[in-house]
């Protein structure tokens, strides 16, 4: 599930960019407000237009905003797109949930029919061999056992 | 008429806290997802990815119990163990996480199972970790899964299957 916890990609940048919680304000406003230069989004903040750089800075090589390169005025622009790669990257995690709970789905279902003469089963297990070996024909028989849940149900 | 597929899973990840919070019905009631979760006969069934083999090491689940498990694959394998803090049955289920991957850290997933109406659950699941960077990680991870397990294959079954 998350033996990818240490890649240090562009996405992962990103994410602990925003765990700041004064440059996701800046994000916050960027996204309301449009373009803004340094002084104009550091004005509302009790710390120095350096400080606020330096949030930029963290923002910008994250690709989460890009600082146009013409005119002394130099707005911070905010990347959209990488937002939309961050949902997308979200629903990854989300999918990979809906799967083990679909795969949880089936377990349910199968245990309604065989529920008698599992029902006395211990939960304790000391070293036991179990693998999912099997659980492929969980899947292909879901059809069925899915009326058997849906007349159980009733 | 409730069919398994109108069973969204929903993510919120607290913008100010290290929290994932994981939120889905089942049309089963509570008593028997609760078995799904704590019987380890069930629970390697449908933990894993299809190609992975779940093995359990250790499963004591009683509150101050403990559990460990291996995940493999060809001559790939992790290991994931922590504590049942507290089980409550068919009702809250408490442990501590952690994997072989960063075994300093550690993950406290709190699970409550609600009644619904017509013999169905909602579960609710949170998850603290120690900080928002590593939460933001987590979630970023299921990318990296997603590749490996070859979300193009499942992508196709499922639309044949339709």
């Known amino acids: 599930m998350i033996k990818g ?19 996701r ?10 373009d803004a230069t340094v002084g104009e989004l550091a004005a509302p903040y009790d710390v120095s237009v350096q400080a606020v750089s330096k949030h930029l800075k963290v923002l910008e090589d994250a690709g989460l905003v890009s600082r146009t390169r013409d005119a002394q005025r130099r707005p911070v622009h905010l990347e959209a797109e990488v937002f939309d790669l ?29 529920s008698s003469t599992t029902e006395s089963s211990g939960s304790t297990t000391e070293g036991a061999g179990s693998t999912t070996e099997g659980a492929g024909s969980t899947t292909e028989s879901s059809g069925s056992t899915t009326e058997i849940r849906e007349g159980e149900a009733s | 008429m409730s069919r398994t597929t109108t069973n969204q899973t929903r993510i919120e990840a607290d913008p100010d806290l290290p929290v994932i919070r994981i939120v889905r019905e089942f049309d089963a009631p509570p008593e028997r997802v609760f078995r799904a979760w704590t019987d380890p006969e069930l629970f390697v069934q449908w933990i894993g990815p299809r190609s992975i083999d779940t093995t359990i090491e250790r499963w004591d689940a009683r509150t101050g119990g403990e559990w460990r498990y291996t995940g493999s694959r060809d001559d790939f394998s992790m290991g994931f163990w922590g504590s ?19 075994p300093d850290g550690v993950s406290l997933e709190t ?3 609600e009644p619904l109406e017509g013999g169905r659950c909602r579960i609710t699941g949170v998850s603290v970790v120690e900080s928002l960077e590593i939460r933001d990680r987590i979630l970023a991870s299921g990318m990296d899964v997603g590749v490996n397990e070859g979300y193009e294959k499942l992508d196709e079954l499922l639309a044949r299957d339709a």
């Open chain 1, 86 to 114: 961050m949902t997308a990257w979200i629903e990854r995690y989300r999918r990979e949930a809906e799967e083990r709970f679909g795969r949880l789905d089936e377990v349910l279902a199968a245990m309604v029919s065989t």
């Open chain 2, 84 to 102: 049942f803090h507290e089980v409550r049955p068919s009702e809250r289920l408490v442990q501590t996480f952690s994997f072989d991957g960063a």
């Open chain 2, 111 to 113: 699970m409550t199972f």
């Open chain 1, 25 to 34: 304000d800046l994000v916050a406003r960027l996204a309301a407000d449009g």
């Open chain 1, 5 to 23: 916890l240490f890649v240090t990609d562009p996405l992962s940048r990103a994410f602990a960019a925003l765990a700041d919680p004064t440059r």
